[in-house]
């Protein structure tokens, strides 16, 4: 399912200090409940409510090459994990690299998102 970005920065702040959080040894993940999630639903030609996906990449992480690639890595994961097991609809859904996440494979960064989303409960029955 596809996603949308979030862009606007007060949305980052309020995930960051009001939603649940997990720590994985390369990425941290951050989810809260959008409450625009109905709003955005109308306004989908499909009528489906859908999550709304940030990724951060600090640049403490590298150069820019560097993190581009874990952007890429990261996003690739993520939409695995969602081909595999539906995710929970209706969520603004941080993802946070850490500075270990530079020299990883993808695999591993799959295998965070598994087990981050478990701890959330984030995977739809």
Do not use: W
């Amino acid at each position: 399912m596809k996603s949308i970005a979030i862009s606007e920065n007060h949305l980052y702040k309020k995930v960051y200090a009001k939603g649940d959080k997990v720590n994985c040894r390369h990425i941290v993940v951050y989810v809260l409940t959008d409450y625009h999630a109905s709003r955005l639903m109308r306004e989908n030609p499909l009528k489906t409510r859908v999550n709304r996906i940030g990724l951060t990449v600090s640049k403490k992480i590298g150069k820019a090459v560097v993190r581009s690639r874990v952007r890429r890595i990261i996003r690739a994961a993520l939409y695995a994990v969602q081909a595999e097991k539906p995710l929970k609809t209706g969520k603004l859904i941080v993802i946070v690299a850490k500075e270990s996440a530079a020299g990883v494979k993808s695999t591993d960064i799959l295998c965070d998102l598994y087990r981050a989303f478990d701890k959330l409960g984030m995977f739809a029955a």
